[in-house]
C-alpha cells in the first residue's frame, strides 16, 4: 500500500512540473518582441568612438552598452559604409568603419527593414539604430581586431 502511495505521489509531481514547464514555455514563445525601431535610442556616437571605448576598456564598455539578458541598449552609430555584404541568412551586412580605425561596426538589417542597396554605398556616411551584441575585441589566436555587432539595425534618415 505504502509503495502505491509513492509511486502516485511521483506522478502527481511529474504532472505537475511538467504543466509548469508548458506554461512557462508557452509564455516565452508568445511574449512581444521588442520593437527596436520605435524604441527611443539609448546612446548616439560614432562608430569609430564605440570601437575605441571597446578596445581601451572592454569591461567598461559592456557594462555602459551591454544590459542585463536580452536588454542591451539601443544605439544610433554613425560611420562611413565600409562595405555592405549578406549573411547566410540572406539578410544586409553594413560595415561601418574609417580607414584609420583598427576595427568597425557590423549592422545586420533584418529582412522587415527591407534594406535596399541604394540606401548606403561605399563611402556614404549614415546612421544606423540597432541593439548591440558584441564589442570590438583583439584576437591573439587570429591576430586580428573583432568589430562591434549591432542588429535589428534600420537606417535613419
Do not use: W
Not at 509531481?13 to 518582441?33: C, D, E, F, R, S
Not at 575585441?137 to 539595425?153: A, G, N, Q, R
Amino acid at each position: 500500500m505504502e509503495k502505491k502511495k509513492i509511486i502516485k505521489t511521483a506522478i502527481i509531481v511529474i504532472m505537475l512540473g511538467v504543466a509548469i514547464a508548458g506554461t512557462v514555455g508557452y509564455y516565452q514563445y508568445n511574449k512581444p518582441h521588442r520593437d527596436i525601431q520605435a524604441t527611443n535610442a539609448d546612446y548616439q556616437l560614432e562608430a569609430s568612438k564605440l570601437v575605441e571605448e571597446y578596445l581601451s576598456n572592454p569591461d567598461k564598455a559592456n557594462e555602459k552598452y551591454l544590459g542585463q539578458g536580452s536588454e542591451s541598449k539601443v544605439l544610433e552609430v554613425s560611420g562611413t559604409v565600409a562595405s555592405i555584404s549578406e549573411d547566410f541568412n540572406n539578410q544586409k551586412v553594413v560595415l561601418l568603419k574609417s580607414t584609420s580605425d583598427k576595427a568597425g561596426v557590423k549592422c545586420t538589417f533584418s529582412e522587415s527593414n527591407d534594406f535596399k542597396d541604394n540606401d548606403a554605398m561605399v563611402g556614404k556616411v549614415i546612421t544606423v539604430k540597432g541593439v548591440i551584441q558584441s564589442g570590438a575585441s583583439y584576437d591573439e589566436d587570429f591576430e586580428m581586431y573583432e568589430h562591434v555587432i549591432l542588429e535589428k539595425c534600420s537606417l535613419i534618415e
